[in-house]
């Protein structure tokens, strides 16, 4: 059987998604590799394909009881036979898996780190006489200090290859920035792996940020409109996610708390209602989420602000992952910055302090910003990205400006006329003549003092914040958090720069073009799953997606090789479940008098290339160059980046209306194709490292498009 033909017939997919099928190959060919694949992406799948084609014994280290047990009924349903071995099991059951084991009975078998190099050392010594085949360690993030989830139980793992030579390890994460990376591959010891890392862009998740203002009616504000969907909220502390919970409640709505301090029972309780859709609210502290598989979770709210970017983009990951349009809500106040600075102090390590308090000033950088936030995430994670994404706050919003050069030449100047000693707070009462015994009384002498009392509160906030954004102030990274001026804001004071600040902001609400499918004949979908799951005993989401449910109520399948078209139809639900869900479908066409639209869906899944449209500004591009300009100079008469030329006429030489030699010598392409072949061309950024100085991005990126050309 090939990777393909498991896929159709265990996952019911036609197609592999990023470097799925390139990673399994390595995986197959025994070779170790390290996977970064945004959550919702298909780690998972890297390893579980592989099992079901290796004859033997793949074992996954992963960190939660909850993540174990999700994954196994979800295989087990999909006819891969699976385990888990932890403390929630009975001597007995334990028995029973050690029996399958010996008899060769599971294709994989989930257990946690301390399990295999705890006291205990006789799981390790049996394993050993099984014929294990393959070793997956998810969340591999978790073994980095530098990580944003840091075990120290991960360590053990270096000793994997020792144990289990000529074993194909292959480590997972979603999340991890260069740092991390380095210390995934250095801590597990991985012998000359293939490194694939791919978009981190969730493309199908809007990000919000809003400023913090009476958060429990902006939560209402936002729960209301989505009573009927699941949700993830985020506090900070145990207390609060307890007191939330009970507030939401009473306002109606079906939430629970969850954090670490709760008992076993009650987190497991809470968990499992989360996840059969009895609960439609978690809220919880970060010790909630991680491996979490529920595909339906519509949006994420941080009511608190997160510490840093890695976790907050984990987090918000835990939406949409089934692909459909999903919300990440975070709610910003200065004061949660300020108070998570203490946290960040790791006790006689400055050096890791230092990386945590930096962390956590891109969080707040973030926060703050004034542009494309997703362009902001992309570029964290060392992935160039467009600056408008169309599916953030910011992107969403058209923007009337006005000249606010008097007002920033207010702010500025009371910044310094105070000293730059003091934060937002005390600038905008200063500026608003406040009579406030806080205000200094020599202060209350000053020129600047009460100079902006005809704008509000709210207002002078706002154009301070936007002020920062555009790096005429800057905030100190001490516990007071002071206002301090910058090398731009000179000009300003001087007069010589004009400052253009948002009188209005109105947000266009573009929804995300759906699928035209039978919201009624959806209803009734979801009622025969949910009527399975409870039988089965089964999250509603295990047993099938909620995209799945859309693509079946969009495509209508009259029969069941057409069913089986649907995506997350592999041949066991298909025996399992396929009659049930047809029939529900063929009755509800004949009383609407509708026909099946599976050739829509059919042809959309055929794996034509795509003829792509080559957008006009590219073509200005190639004229110039013809006409014997080079890159830098058709840059510069076009006042775009070289990088971006370079982009254009790459476009050509896929088309095969340029040549590749034009941009790269004959003897550097090898390499170049190499290196691709090996790690993959979603980012250019680690092939430029692999290869070195001697290989320039635009030779890199003219040889992939050379390797995509048109035949």
Known sequence: MTPLQALQQYFGYSNFRHSQEAIIQHVLNKQDVMVLMPTGGGKSLCYQLPAVLLNGLTVVISPLIALMKDQVDSLNLSGIPAAFLNSSQDPEEQKDIAVQLKNNQLRLLYVAP???????????????????????????????????????????????????????????????????????????????????????????????????????????????????????IYCLSRKSTEALAANLKDEGFSAEAYHAGLTNDIKAKNQEAFLRDDVKVMVATIAFGMGINKSNVRYVVHVDLPKNIEGYYQETGRAGRDGLPSDALLLYSPGDAMKLKGFAQVENNPEQSAIMLKKLDDMVNYCQLHACRRQYLMQYFDEAFPDNCGSCDFCLSEFVKFDGTLIAQKALSAVARVKERFGVTYIVDFLRGSRSEKIWGDHKLLKTYGAGADISKADWQRYLRELIAMGYLRVTDDAYASLRLTPKSELVLKGLEKVELISSQTTDEKETASLNFEAELLNGLRKKRQEIAVMENLPAYIILSDATLLEIATYLPQKLDELRLISGFGDIKLARYGREFLTLVTEYSALKGLNSRIDLKSAKRERKPKKEKVPDTAKVSLVLFKQGQTVAEIARERGLSPTTIEGHLSTFVQTGELDVLTFVTEEKIPAIKDAVEKYGNERLAPLKEILGDNYTYGEIRAVIAWMNRST
């Open 114 to 232: 301390e399990r295999l190099f705890g006291k205990d050392t006789r799981l390790m010594v049996f394993l050993k006489t099984l014929n294990v085949v393959q070793i997956a360690i998810d969340e591999a993030h978790c073994i980095s200090q530098w990580g944003h989830d840091f075990r120290p139980e991960y360590l053990m793992l270096a000793g994997l290859k020792n144990e289990f030579p000529g074993v194909p390890v292959i480590a997972l994460t979603a999340t991890a920035d260069k740092l991390t990376q380095k210390d995934i591959l250095d801590k597990l010891n991985l012998q000359k792996p293939a490194v694939f890392i791919s978009s981190f862009n969730r493309e199908n998740i809007t990000y919000r940020v809003n400023p913090k203002k009476n958060s429990f009616n902006q939560l209402i504000n936002f729960l209301e409109e989505r009573k009927d969907e699941s949700g993830i």
